[in-house]
C-alpha cells in the first residue's frame, strides 16, 4: 500500500550506539528504506561514549531516530536543559509526553519517564496521563485510537489472562500506563525498562461509556529487551502498517484467532488512580437531553424510591415553559415538527409528540399515525434536492420521545447500511434486521433502552441497549467521509447557532416546509 508505514523499535540502548545504528542499517539494506526508529526505555547508560562521534558529525545516524526522555535522575544530565528537540543530526528527543503525526497521518501517543509523586524531567503522574488523553482528542470529535503508544514503563498487569505468557518479572509497570491504554486503544504498545522481551497475545478494550468514540480495536503489547543484551533476546521490531484513519472498519474489527480477555479491569484503574474523585459531568442540551431521571439513592435492602416526573421542566413537552419554541417549525395536533439545536444540517430536524411520551413504543395510536404523515412529507420536502431522510430514534437517557430526521444525498444511501452496521460493530454493538413482517413493538419493549434507525430504502436496524451507548452514535455514522463529510460536526455542541441565527433558519424552513406541511390540510 502506498500509505503504509515502515517504523522500527527498539528497547533500552543503554549505550551501545553503534550495535544499534549498525542492525539498522543492515535491516534497511534487507528489507528496504525505514521511515524512522523510535526507542523506548532507557537509551543513554553508564558510558556513552560511543555517542560522541554522532555528535561532533564524524558519524551518521542511518535513519531519523527519536527517543523518549530521561527514566531517572541520573540521566537528566544527558539531555539539553532547554527545550531543544535535536540531540544531533537525525537524533530527536520527545521528552515528557506528546503525540507524533507524521504527513500519511500515522499518529503515535508518547510518555516519558516513569510514574511518580510529582511532575518533573523524569517522573509523570495521573495529571499527566491525562493530559496526554486530552492531547490525542483535543479538535478530534471522531478520535478513533492511535496507531502506537510509546512507554518507557510496562503497564501493569498487562500478562494477565495470556495463555501463553512465561514467568515474568516486571519490576516498574504501573497503573497509569494501563489506564492509558484502555483510553486510547492503541494497535500497538512499545515498552521497555523490564530487560526482557514480551509479546502479549492480542486484546480488545472495552468501550467505556457514552462519550467513547474509540473503536474496538485489537492492542498488541511489545515489551522489547535491551540492546545488544547476552540472552540475545529480540530488541528491534520492524513494523509496517497503514495508518488506522485510513483503514476500513470491517478490516479494524476483524477477530483474530489468538484473542484474549482484556487484561485491565477500567473501574478499578479509576479507583486505584483518581480515588472516586473523578466522575463523569453530563451536561443538559435541548433536543439531546442526556440526563436521564435518576432514582434515589438507597441502602442495599431499601425500596427505590420512585420519582415523580415534572412535566413543567421537560425540555420536549409543548406546555412546559423550558421548550425554546423559536426552533418549532409546524405544530399538528399530536406531535410537532422541530429544527434540532447544534444539527448537522440546517434541515436536521426532531419529530415530537405534544404530550409527555417516554418513547415511540409507548404512544396512542393518533400520535403513531401523525409520526408518520410528518415521515411522508419530509420524505417529499427532502426529495425537492435530490436528498432522502435518515429516521432514528435513542431511547436512551431520555425523558421524552424525539424522532430525529437528517437528510443524506440519495447516491450516499447504499452506504447507509453497512456504515451503521460497521459503526455499531466498532463500539462492541450489534444491529438486528427488523424482518419485513415485523413490526418495532414486536421485538422491543417500551420500558427497555434501544436504538432503531429507518433507512431511506425502508430498512430498520435496531438493539436493545444493554451498559453503556455512545450517545452520539447515529451522527458518529452520519457525519462521516463517506455519508456527509463533517467530522467536526459528531458533537451537537460544536454545532449549536445563536439564538439570532437560529430563528432566522427556523422563518426560511419554515417557509420552505409550507408546501408539504399537512398541518395546513
Known amino acids: 500500500m502506498s500509505n503504509q508505514q515502515k517504523i522500527l523499535f527498539c528497547g ?48 551518521k545516524v542511518p535513519i531519523a531516530t527519536y527517543i523518549l526522555g530521561p527514566n531517572s535522575l541520573d540521566q537528566v544530565k544527558f539531555y539539553p536543559k532547554d527545550d531543544a528537540f535535536e540531540l544531533c543530526e537525525n537524533v530527536f528527543c520527545l521528552r515528557s509526553k506528546g503525540v507524533y503525526n507524521d504527513i500519511k497521518g500515522f499518529r503515535i501517543a508518547y510518555l516519558s519517564g516513569i510514574a511518580g509523586k510529582e511532575s518533573n ?9 491525562t493530559e496526554l488523553y486530552d492531547m490525542c482528542v483535543r479538535g478530534n470529535p471522531c478520535f478513533r485510537g492511535v496507531d502506537v503508544l510509546l512507554t518507557s514503563q510496562w503497564p501493569a498487569d498487562v500478562t494477565r489472562n495470556d495463555p ?22 492503541p494497535r500497538y504498545h512499545v515498552s521497555g525498562l523490564e530487560g526482557v522481551y514480551y509479546e502479549r497475545s492480542p486484546f480488545r478494550a472495552p468501550n467505556l461509556g457514552d462519550h467513547d468514540t474509540t473503536i474496538n480495536l485489537v492492542t498488541r503489547f511489545v515489551g522489547l529487551a535491551r540492546v545488544k543484551n547476552p540472552k540475545k ?40 488512580i483518581f480515588n472516586n474523585k473523578k466522575k463523569s459531568q453530563t451536561p443538559c442540551q435541548y433536543f439531546y437531553d442526556t440526563s436521564a431521571p435518576v432514582e434515589g439513592q438507597a441502602g442495599p435492602r431499601a425500596k427505590k424510591m420512585k420519582i415523580e416526573f415534572d412535566q413543567s421542566k421537560c425540555w420536549f413537552c409543548l406546555a412546559s415553559p423550558s421548550v425554546e419554541k423559536h426552533l418549532i417549525i409546524t405544530v399538528a395536533s399530536s406531535t410537532y415538527l422541530a429544527l434540532a439545536k447544534g444539527g448537522i444540517v440546517d434541515e436536521h430536524f426532531l419529530i415530537c409528540p405534544i404530550q409527555h411520551y417516554q418513547n415511540s413504543l409507548g404512544q396512542p395510536q393518533e ?8 415521515k411522508q412529507a419530509l420524505r417529499k420536502f427532502y426529495a425537492r434536492n435530490g436528498q432522502v431522510p435518515v429516521f432514528f430514534e435513542r431511547n436512551y437517557k431520555t425523558s421524552h ?36 413482517n415485523s413490526r418495532l413493538d414486536q421485538v422491543l419493549q417500551a420500558n427497555v433502552p434501544y436504538f432503531t434507525v429507518e433507512l431511506p430504502d425502508g430498512v430498520v436496524l435496531y438493539t436493545k441497549i444493554k451498559g453503556v451507548f455512545p450517545l452520539n452514535f447515529a451522527r458518529e455514522v452520519l457525519v462521516t467521509a463517506p455519508i456527509l463529510n463533517c467530522p467536526l460536526k459528531v458533537d451537537w455542541r460544536s454545532s449549536v447557532l445563536g439564538k439570532d441565527c437560529e430563528k432566522e433558519l427556523v422563518e426560511k424552513l419554515r417557509a420552505d416546509f409550507e408546501p408539504f406541511d399537512f398541518t395546513n390540510d
Open 367 to 374: 400520535v403513531a399515525q401523525e409520526i408518520e404523515k410528518f
Open 233 to 272: 533476546e529480540k530488541w528491534i521490531y520492524a513494523l509496517g502498517l497503514p495508518p488506522l484513519d485510513t483503514m476500513k472498519l470491517h478490516t479494524l474489527l476483524q477477530k483474530t484467532t489468538d484473542e484474549t480477555d482484556c487484561p485491565f479491569d477500567f473501574a478499578e484503574l479509576e479507583q486505584k
Open 12 to 59: 533500552d540502548v543503554e549505550g551501545q550506539f553503534e550495535a544499534l545504528f549498525t542492525r539498522v542499517a543492515r535491516i534497511s539494506e534487507k528489507q528496504g528504506k525505514f521511515d524512522c526508529l523510535f526507542c523506548v526505555g532507557n537509551f543513554f547508560g553508564i558510558n556513552n561514549k560511543e555517542f560522541g562521534p554522532y555528535l561532533r558529525g564524524e558519524k
Open 401 to 436: 420521545m424525539q424522532l430525529q430526521v437528517v437528510p443524506v444525498p440519495k447516491e450516499v444511501a447504499k452506504e447507509l447500511k453497512a456504515s451503521f452496521i460497521d459503526e455499531a460493530g466498532a463500539h462492541g454493538l450489534k444491529l438486528e434486521l427488523l424482518g419485513s
Open 164 to 185: 501463553k505468557q512465561v514467568k515474568l518479572t516486571v519490576n516498574t509497570s504501573t497503573e497509569l500506563v494501563s489506564w492509558l491504554v484502555m483510553k486510547l486503544k
Open 121 to 129: 524531567d523524569y517522573e509523570y503522574t495521573a495529571k499527566d496521563v
